[in-house]
C-alpha cells in the first residue's frame, strides 16, 4: 500500500516536471528556459528532477519522444481510417520528416491510400490551426542543435525519417510510378506549413497546404 502511493506519487512529480518542460520548450523555445525555472514552476526539488532525468538534455528528449509518440497516434488513427484529433496541446500534433525508403502497412477499414493520406494532411492542418500553435516541435528544436551528431539532432532526424517513410509508403500505393519524389515533395510542403502557420492565417495556411497535397495525389492518378 505504501510502496504503490510512493510510486504514484514519483509518477505524479515526473509528470509535473515533464509538462512544464513542453509547455516551456515549445512556447519558448529550449535554450532560453533554464532548468530551476521548471523547477521552480513544476513545484517540484532539484533532487526529484535529477531521480527522473539525468539533466536538461535527458528532459529535453523526453519532451521530443512524447512529441513524437502522439504525432504517431494521429497518424496510425489516420491510417487505420480513424478521426485523429490534434491532441491536447500543439506539441502533440504534426512532427517532421527527412530521407528514407517506404514500409508502411495498407489502410485498414477500406479505405484508400490517398483518403489515408489526405487524413494525415487534416491531423497536419487540425494542429496548425490548435491554440498556442508555434510551429514544428522537432524543427524548432533541430535549430538549436544543429550538430548533427547531437542526440537531439539525432532524435529529430530518427522522427522526420519515420514520418517520410509513412506518406511515402503511402503513396506507393497511389500510381505505378516510384514515390520517393513525392514523398519528399509532401514532406517539403508540411514543413512549409508548419513553419508559416504561425506567421500567416493558419486557415489559409491550411488550405493551401490542403491544395499542394491533392496536386501530389492528382499527379499519382488519384
Avoid at 6 to 23: D, F, H, I, P, Y
Avoid at 100 to 125: E, K, N
Wanted: a negative charge; hydrophobic letters at 40%.
Amino acid at each position: 500500500m505504501g510502496q504503490g502511493t510512493g510510486s504514484s506519487s514519483t509518477s505524479a512529480a515526473r509528470a509535473r516536471l515533464l509538462g512544464k518542460a513542453t509547455e516551456l520548450f515549445y512556447a519558448e523555445g529550449i535554450h532560453s528556459v533554464g532548468i530551476d525555472r521548471i523547477i521552480a514552476e513544476a513545484q517540484v526539488t532539484r533532487a526529484t528532477l535529477y531521480r527522473h532525468f539525468a539533466g536538461k538534455e535527458d528532459l529535453v528528449l523526453a519532451y521530443l519522444d512524447q512529441a513524437d509518440r502522439g504525432i504517431r497516434a494521429g497518424i496510425e488513427a489516420a491510417t487505420a481510417g480513424g478521426q485523429p484529433g490534434p491532441g491536447g496541446s500543439p506539441v502533440d500534433g504534426p512532427g517532421s520528416p527527412a530521407g528514407g525508403q517506404p514500409a508502411v502497412s495498407s489502410p485498414a477499414g477500406g479505405q484508400s491510400a490517398a483518403d489515408t493520406v489526405r487524413a494525415i494532411a487534416r491531423f497536419i492542418t487540425e494542429g496548425i490551426q490548435s491554440p498556442g500553435f508555434r510551429g514544428c516541435a522537432f524543427l524548432n528544436a533541430v535549430a538549436e542543435y544543429p550538430d548533427p551528431a547531437h542526440p537531439i539532432h539525432q532524435a529529430v532526424l530518427t522522427h522526420r525519417q519515420w514520418f517520410l517513410e509513412t506518406v511515402t509508403g503511402l503513396l506507393a500505393q497511389v500510381g505505378d510510378e516510384p514515390a520517393d519524389a513525392a514523398g519528399r515533395h509532401l514532406v517539403m510542403l508540411r514543413d512549409g506549413a508548419m513553419a508559416a502557420g504561425c506567421l500567416f492565417d493558419p486557415e489559409l495556411i491550411s488550405d493551401t497546404f490542403h491544395h499542394g497535397v491533392d496536386g501530389i495525389l492528382r499527379a499519382r492518378g488519384a
